[in-house]
Structure formats: C-alpha cells, structure tokens
C-alpha cells in the first residue's frame, strides 16, 4: 500500500483525533484544504477512513440585510418617525428612506394596517393608525438579528418565522447550502498505524539534480491520484442573459427571419407614433407614459411624401378609413424620444422595402416609465417582428405566437386574450404560465391596419408582434424576478444554465 506524505501526515492526526471535520484537520496538518481533501479521498479510497458528508440548507443576509440588521427594516423606521409625528408628508420619508425603499414600504405599511394614505393641501401624506400605535417589532426583527449574529440560521428555522421567499424577494436574504464533512479513522486504518508510518518528505518534480547526483534513487516521489478532485475553476463566458440572447437570434435567422438593426436608442415620435397610425393626442404619448428628450429636443422627418401620406392618414384616413380627424402637427412629430417600443423599427423596415414574402425580426432596448418589481424594469429589452405575405390571416399570426411561447420560451400553457393597439385589428395579447409568477404577459400582437402600411408602401397584410423578451429569459433561466437578469451576483452569473 503506497501512501504519499500528505496522506501518512492526515491518517496520523486522524488516529490522535479519531474523529474530526475537514476544517480540524487542516489546522492539525497546516495543509491547504486542497490537499487534505486530495489525501482524505485517497485515505478512503484504500478503507483507511470513512468520509462522511452532511449537508444543510442555510440562509444568509444579503449586503442589503446586513446593513437593514444595522439601522432597522424600511417600514420599522418609518413606523418609529409616524409615531412621534403621527402623520408625515412623503417628502419627509426621505430623512429616513432612500429613494428606492419609499413606494414599496408605504405598500407594506398599509398591508400591515400601520398607516394609512391621505390628501393633504400639501400633498399625500402617511397617518399613523391605531394597529401602529400599538405596533412592537415583527418576528423578521429578530430573524435579521440572529442572522447578522450567527452569519446563517437553518432554513427550517428561519421559515418557521418568516417566509424566505418573501425575504428574497425583498433582497434581504439569500439561500444558501453548508456541507459538514467529517472524517473517521477505520479499523484497518488503526492497525496499519500500529505498525508504524514513517512520515517522510516527498518529491514532486525530477530535477537535473536529482538527475546528475543520482540522488533519485535515495528519495520517495509523491504518487499522483488523478482522480482525486480538485478546486472548481470559473473560466471566463458570457453573461447568462446574454447568451439567451444570441440563441434566440440564431434561432429566429435559422427560421428565415431577417435580422433589422439600427444604431441609435432615440427615436423621433414620427417612428415611435406617428407612422404606427397612433394620434398624436393618445394618451400613450404623454410623460406619463413615454420618456422624452430634454436637449436636443427635435430631430428630421423623413422624405416629404412619406410624411404627407402619414399625415393625410391621420387626418383624412387611407384604404378607406376615415382618419383621426384632427390637424397633424409636424412640430409634434419631430419631438425626440428614448425608443418606447421595437415597433418603430418594423415602421422605418416597411417604409424602406421589404421582400414579399418576407419576415423580419429585431430585439432591441427601449424604455418605458415604469414601477419596478419583479416583472417590471424601465428599460428592457423587446423582440419585435413581422411577417408580410400575400395571404396571411389571423391565424398565422396566433400560431407563430405560440410557437414562440412553447418552443422559445419554454411555456407549458398560454394563452391569447383580445386586446387593442392603435395600428393593429384584430388585436391579441399573449400570456404564458410560470411556476413562480403564475400568467405573465408578454406582449403584444395583430395584423397591422391597412391606414399604416398603405402609408408606408405596402399594399399586402402585415402580421406583427412585440414581446418582452426579458420575461421570456426569465421563464429559460429559472428566476422568479426580472431584476436579476442584471445581477452582480457572482454564484448566479457562475452558474445560471439555460433551461434550453
């Protein structure tokens, strides 16, 4: 039986211990926990100790728990000012909370029945209620208190108070898994120390030395277990979202789509509305809803027989339409916008030429204000496309829908609810089901009104879609919030795979 000096230095120590984790032999041996590994599974391949392996599941503080364990949870320090105050507007919530904490902590409050919202001259403001008044800290006080404490608490533990799902969600905590690995020393492996083990220094390189001297001869060369496992590497790859990505290009130009593309992010909202057959007084096109260019605040319209047939659209109507009936502003059009939708993209693809037939893809990012949670983002990225032919249908379009859904995205149930968009009829929105999220929307859909496409050239029928194409990663990584998507989160970004 050949043992290398690592092994002989850990069977040793073990026979002193008898019983010990990894963690205590690595102090015994002064060996990097590498190689007490490499000599514990070598041990235990040749029945000289037993290797035992218990594993738990754990929860840890995230950066942000850590430092809520400090200074108190958003809604407690929000409760600590009402009580002194009794009502506060929601401009001072700011002495106490980021800007990021305020919307969802008022939710909370009300949701516990701690405060409640009021209109004031002055604008909303918080009340204290009488549940607050009376309110003491909550069961996750104490959670975070052990956490920050102990570093980890046992899942089950922690789930016995407060739902971990509930503090993932708020990026408080995370799951992680603590291995326990404990090491005995077996029955041959005592009787092989009973008959001594000479502890001597190994060689692990023949050297012109060694070679010259003869010295080779005298010394004893460590034998190698290439077997034996070793310290995981990360080597460099793309980021998971990013490689979603690139698949769903390369599978939609496998399908025959042709890819469109354009440089910039900023759109004027003559691309953005105005060629979409969107008036220009739709509600969509406010603040509210879009961003807009502060400086420069104007950009060129296109050739001026496009803009005049967009502009007898809007006004007169085309293909038999009567229009929107209002005067057309071209001043408006040239307003310059952060793009709101990839269906600009389709609107410029049409008015330069198309194949007939032809299909046509593009993902780009847009922004949109927006509330973010966990299926909401402001800026996102959107996979839009169409399909223009002579003899489309309604039809068409519902089947390539779900075979996105099914084959792309992974979802085992969807479905189609009618809906309506301002340069499309008929009009679908499609939903798809996830585990975690339950029916999540995710775009869009319709034949494109003929008032449009005459517009812009195209005398034949336009099936076209919009989808959030982050939510349909979302569904191919296994992640129940789109934030992620972003994460710095170096375990995910290590090993995230895709469900593909």
């Given at each position: 039986?050949?043992?290398?000096?690592?092994?002989?230095?850990?069977?040793?120590?073990?026979?002193?211990?008898k019983?010990?984790?990894?963690?205590?032999?690595?102090?015994?041996?002064?060996?990097?926990?590498?190689?007490?590994?490499?000599?514990?599974?070598?041990l235990?391949?040749?029945?000289?100790?037993?290797?035992?392996?218990?594993?738990?599941?754990?929860?840890?503080?995230?950066?942000?728990?850590?430092?809520?364990?400090?200074?108190?949870?958003?809604?407690?320090?929000?409760?600590?000012l009402?009580?002194?105050?009794?009502?506060?507007?929601?401009?001072?919530?700011?002495?106490v909370?980021?800007?990021?904490?305020?919307?969802?902590?008022?939710?909370?409050?009300?949701?516990?029945?701690?405060?409640?919202?009021?209109?004031?001259?002055?604008?909303?403001?918080?009340?204290?209620?009488e549940?607050?008044?009376?309110?003491?800290?909550?069961?996750?006080?104490?959670?975070?208190?052990?956490?920050?404490?102990?570093?980890?608490l046992?899942?089950?533990?922690?789930?016995?108070?407060?739902?971990?799902?509930e503090?993932?969600?708020?990026?408080?905590?995370?799951?992680?898994?603590?291995?326990?690995?404990?090491?005995?020393?077996?029955?041959?492996?005592?009787?092989?120390?009973?008959?001594?083990?000479?502890?001597k220094?190994?060689?692990?390189?023949?050297?012109?030395?060694?070679?010259?001297?003869?010295?080779?001869?005298?010394?004893?060369?460590?034998?190698?277990?290439?077997?034996?496992?070793?310290?995981?590497?990360y080597?460099?790859?793309?980021?998971?979202?990013?490689?979603?990505?690139?698949?769903?290009?390369?599978?939609?130009?496998?399908?025959?789509?042709?890819?469109?593309?354009?440089?910039?992010?900023?759109?004027?909202?003559?691309?953005?509305?105005?060629?979409?057959?969107?008036?220009?007084?739709?509600?969509?096109?406010?603040?509210?809803?879009?961003?807009?260019?502060?400086?420069?605040?104007?950009?060129?319209?296109?050739?001026?027989?496009?803009?005049?047939?967009?502009?007898?659209?809007h006004?007169?109507?085309?293909?038999?339409?009567r229009?929107?009936?209002?005067?057309?502003?071209?001043?408006?059009?040239?307003?310059?916008?952060?793009r709101?939708?990839?269906?600009?993209l389709?609107?410029?693809?049409?008015?330069?030429?198309?194949?007939?037939?032809?299909?046509?893809?593009?993902?780009?990012?847009?922004?949109?204000?927006?509330?973010?949670?966990?299926?909401?983002?402001?800026?996102?990225?959107?996979?839009?496309?169409?399909?223009?032919?002579?003899?489309?249908?309604?039809?068409?379009?519902?089947?390539?829908?779900?075979?996105?859904?099914?084959?792309?995205?992974?979802?085992?149930?969807?479905k189609?609810?009618?809906?309506?968009y301002?340069?499309?009829?008929?009009?679908?929105?499609?939903?798809?089901?996830?585990?975690?999220?339950?029916?999540?929307?995710?775009?869009?859909?319709g034949?494109?009104?003929e008032?449009?496409?005459?517009?812009?050239?195209?005398?034949?029928?336009?099936?076209?879609?919009?989808?959030?194409?982050?939510?349909?990663?979302?569904?191919?990584?296994?992640?129940?919030?789109?934030?992620?998507?972003?994460?710095?989160?170096?375990?995910?970004?290590?090993?995230?795979?895709?469900l593909?």
């Open positions: 039986m050949t043992l290398g000096y690592n092994e002989k230095l850990v069977l040793l120590k073990l026979g002193e211990l019983k010990a984790d990894v963690e205590e032999l690595i102090k015994a041996t002064g060996l990097e926990q590498v190689a007490v590994m490499r000599a514990i599974l070598t235990q391949s040749q029945g000289l100790v037993r290797l035992e392996e218990r594993r738990e599941k754990v929860v840890k503080l995230t950066d942000t728990g850590k430092k809520y364990a400090k200074i108190g949870l958003p809604e407690v320090r929000v409760l600590k009402l009580k002194e105050k009794r009502k506060v507007k929601l401009e001072e919530l700011r002495e909370l980021t800007e990021d904490e305020i919307k969802p902590i008022i939710g909370i409050l009300r949701k516990e029945g701690w405060a409640k919202v009021e209109k004031t001259p002055e604008g909303l403001a918080l009340e204290i209620t549940k607050g008044e009376k309110a003491e800290k909550r069961a996750i006080d104490e959670v975070l208190k052990k956490l920050a404490v102990k570093g980890y046992p899942h089950e533990e922690v789930e016995k108070v407060v739902s971990v799902k503090l993932k969600r708020r990026k408080i905590a995370q799951e992680d898994e603590i291995v326990e690995r404990i090491v005995e020393i077996t029955e041959k492996g005592l009787n092989l120390m009973k008959k001594g083990i000479e502890l220094k190994e060689v692990t390189a023949l050297t012109p030395e060694l070679i010259s001297t003869g010295r080779w001869r005298e010394v004893e060369f460590k034998p190698f277990n290439i077997k034996a496992p070793v310290k995981r590497i080597p460099g790859k793309k980021q998971p979202y990013r490689v979603f990505l690139d698949k769903i290009r390369r599978r939609l130009i496998e399908m025959g789509f042709i890819e469109m593309t354009v440089d910039s992010l900023i759109e004027t909202q003559f691309w953005n509305f105005d060629a979409l057959f969107q008036p220009q007084n739709h509600p969509a096109r406010e603040w509210t809803d879009t961003y807009q260019l502060k400086y420069p605040e104007k950009g060129h319209l296109p050739d001026r027989e496009l803009v005049e047939k967009v502009k007898t659209a006004e007169k109507g085309l293909a038999g339409s229009g929107w009936g209002y005067v057309w502003s071209p001043e408006r059009a040239m307003l310059l916008m952060p709101a939708h990839a269906t600009a389709s609107a410029r693809q049409l008015a330069k030429g198309v194949q007939i037939p032809g299909k046509y893809f593009t993902i780009q990012r847009v922004f949109r204000p927006d509330v973010l949670d966990r299926t909401h983002l402001i800026e996102f990225n959107q996979i839009d496309g169409f399909v223009v032919s002579e003899d489309l249908t309604f039809r068409h379009l519902l089947g390539i829908l779900k075979r996105f859904a099914i084959e792309i995205a992974g979802a085992k149930k969807v189609f609810f009618p809906d309506y301002p340069f499309t009829e008929p009009s679908v929105q499609l939903s798809a089901y996830h585990p975690e999220l339950g029916w999540v929307e995710f775009g869009g859909a034949v494109f009104r008032e449009m496409t005459e517009a812009l050239g195209i005398k034949e029928p336009v099936i076209a879609w919009g989808i959030g194409i982050d939510r349909l990663a979302m569904f191919k990584l296994g992640i129940d919030d789109i934030r992620y998507l972003f994460s710095y989160d170096l375990r995910w970004l290590r090993e995230a795979k895709l593909w």
